[in-house]
């Protein structure tokens, strides 16, 4: 699903250059639920933002199911972006002046879908993130957990084929943070590709695979036993 | 733009900000509000204007003769210049082709007038064909002074509306006899002059008939002609002058008056002072104009600043939106969108209030320069169109500023 190949980015501050992420070499496959570990300034949000077209790598390759992405423009990016991924991110991002719904359902309104199914597929994945009920709440309203269930629900709203989660659980509290991650397992489980960033052992340890960044390079990649969040809940 | 979405969306982020929408509309409503009142204003100065100039033709020549004040040739000054019959003639025949209507007047003031029983002393003018339309007269019954009354020297008279009514009530005067210091005159027409009362108190009868009946030969008072308008204004202006100064040229050398004698013979042209008056009149439209525009885009630079801040304070929502695949397009349509919308309707809000106002005061100003201020139609239109304009200038920039702003950058956490 993912190819990336001798991936460079450096980022220049006036005289200074800092050379990011060293030479990344990895491969994803469909289905795979996996987490990019690294203490603070080891690289891992610039590669998450390059997997998410958010910004782009100085060298190497990185294919997206079998697109290669390349020198886009912002117009393709968008369109991509809106295709292929999902975000999650740490701070939930919700628009806070929009209800539940209307928040996940704007990448549809972003796609072109009619109104009417917009709310139909909004409220689907409102109810399989378990917020029916809270469809027309504020994201003031709402809980820590609940928002970032609010936020799957919208990454998942235009079936991407890679969610994209960075730190998903880092603001939550312990419990929430397990019923997040029973959450992504489940979504992985029905066979989503699924990547989180994260710095947190416990939560790592519920992926099915471990990348651990330092220093701009990868020093470690492999499967691991998968710890059910359920069995925490 | 016809996405209920996002209308939704504008009336959403409007609605929170309920006191800035409104402040930001104010000043745009204001500078329509000021505009609109200026243009009406200018118009009203332009109707005021163009009726003081209707009571008589715009392109008209006006010669009359004084005493010199200059001696010449071995002449004294203090000599009372007379114009006669042959000067007239000799002057509407030379510039035939540059003249559209003439005639040489002899005018009697305070001439005793009386039917029946009634008796009023008013002008009566021995006057040729042409000056009903050098007047501006329409005739409200009967007809005007023509050829043959003065070929024959027929004591036919033409009376105004104002002078019927004094002297006839309401009995029909054509066919009348009234009588011009005992003499007896025919009414054949009453006229009416946009001039007024005072021109509608007078008397017109055949020059030559007038020459004959009060002993004056071959004398004459004034000759009045019009030139004939070309469409370009500043060419009949200069034609005019032309003329106006040849006339003025022919009449010294006939009488022997020097050339700089500025009091034997007089010529005064309408068109040089109506041009005069015209782009005094054009220059204050100009200047409201630009007083307007100013106003409007005082606003407009509000509303751009506001605008700004929009964008500044929504980065983090622009941010979101692209990352969920928001093409630049429709951030800068959503952000434009909101600007057009608010200039428009807070404009259009400035423009039916001023329309408003000169509806219902308009009608009552009335003063010699000043008369039915209104806006027109096209005005109103043209004012809605620099709306829209101004609305999406207002709004390029913060929208240009908002399809920039790079999601990574919005969306890392503070």
Request: proline share 2%.
């Given at each position: ?181 029973e959450l992504i397992q489940g979504i992985n489980d029905e066979g989503k590709t699924i990547l989180v ?37 | ?33 000021i505009l609109v009142i200026l243009l009406g204003f200018s118009k009203g100065i332009e109707n005021g ?366």
């Amino acid at each position: 699903m993912i190819q990336i190949k001798d991936l460079h980015k450096s980022y220049h501050m006036g005289s200074n250059s800092l050379h990011v992420l060293k030479g990344i070499n990895f491969d994803v496959k469909e289905g795979e639920l996996v987490s990019i570990m690294g203490s603070s300034g080891s690289g891992k949000s610039t590669l998450l933002n390059i997997l998410g077209m958010l910004d782009e790598a100085d060298t190497g390759s990185y294919i997206l199911d079998n697109v290669p992405i390349k020198g886009l423009n912002e117009k393709i990016a968008a369109k991509y972006r809106n295709e292929f991924l999902g975000f999650i991110f740490q701070s939930f991002n919700l628009i806070n002046y929009k209800s539940a719904l209307d928040n996940v359902s704007m990448p549809l309104y972003y796609k072109g879908i009619k109104r009417k199914e917009r709310t139909e597929r909004a409220m689907h994945y409102l109810e399989k993130v378990g917020l029916a009920q809270w469809s027309h709440h504020l994201p003031s309203e709402l809980s820590g957990g609940q928002k970032q269930r609010v936020a799957i629900a919208r990454a998942l709203a235009s079936d991407p084929k890679v969610l994209l989660a960075d730190e998903p659980t880092g603001a939550l509290d312990t419990k929430t943070s397990y019923e997040v991650m029973e959450l992504i397992q489940g979504i992985n489980d029905e066979g989503k590709t699924i990547l989180v960033v994260t710095h947190e052992h416990d939560i790592a340890q519920m992926t099915k695979r471990i990348v651990n960044l330092k220093d701009g390079v990868i020093i470690d990649d492999s499967k691991v036993e998968q710890v059910r969040a359920s069995q925490y809940v | 733009m016809f996405d209920i979405e996002r209308w939704q969306e504008i009336f959403e982020t409007l609605k929170k900000n309920k006191l800035r929408t409104f402040l930001t509309g104010l000043s745009v409503a204001s500078g329509i509000f000021i505009l609109v009142i200026l243009l009406g204003f200018s118009k009203g100065i332009e109707n005021g204007v163009k009726s003081e100039f209707e009571q008589d033709a715009t392109n008209l020549i006006t010669v009359w003769t004084g005493v010199t004040t200059k001696s010449y040739k071995g002449l004294n000054p203090g000599r009372y210049i007379q114009m006669k019959n042959e000067n007239f003639d000799f002057i509407s025949q030379k510039y035939d082709q540059h003249i559209e209507y003439e005639t040489s007047l002899f005018s009697i003031w305070g001439a005793e007038i009386s039917y029946k029983n009634e008796t009023v002393n008013y002008q009566v003018r021995g006057a040729m064909p042409g000056h009903q339309f050098i007047e501006n007269a329409d005739m409200e019954s009967g007809r005007f002074v023509n050829q043959a009354d003065l070929d024959e020297t027929r004591k036919v008279a033409v009376i105004g509306r104002k002078l019927r009514q004094d002297l006839f009530k309401d009995e029909d005067p054509i066919n009348k006899s009234i009588s011009i210091y005992g003499m007896n005159f025919k009414v054949i027409g009453v006229f009416i002059d946009p001039g007024g009362e005072r021109e509608e108190q007078q008397a017109y009868i055949p020059l030559s008939t007038s020459q004959k009946v009060f002993g004056a030969g071959d004398d004459i008072r004034n000759m009045l002609f019009t030139v004939k308008m070309s469409d370009n204004f500043d060419e009949a202006v200069a034609l005019s002058q032309n003329m106006a100064n040849a006339v003025e040229n022919e009449l010294k050398l006939m009488h022997t008056v020097a050339p700089d004698d500025t009091s034997a013979v007089r010529v005064f042209n309408t068109l040089d002072e109506a041009k005069k008056i015209y782009s005094l009149v054009a220059t204050i439209q100009a200047v409201f104009w630009f007083v307007g525009i100013g106003t409007i885009i005082a606003g407009i630079v509000g509303v751009g600043n506001i605008m700004l801040i929009i964008v500044k304070e929504r980065t983090k929502e622009i941010g979101i939106r692209k990352a969920l695949g928001a093409l630049p397009m429709s951030i800068v349509g959503m952000i434009l969108q909101e600007a057009v919308f608010v200039t428009m309707f807070a404009g259009l809000f400035g423009l039916i209030f001023g329309l408003a106002l000169l509806e219902i005061v308009g009608p009552q100003v009335e003063s010699d320069f000043l008369k039915y201020p209104q806006v027109d139609f096209n005005i109103a239109l043209t004012t809605v169109f620099l709306l829209v304009f101004a609305g999406a200038i207002a709004g390029f920039i913060p929208a240009y500023r908002a399809a920039k702003i790079k999601p990574i950058v919005a969306l890392r956490d503070e």
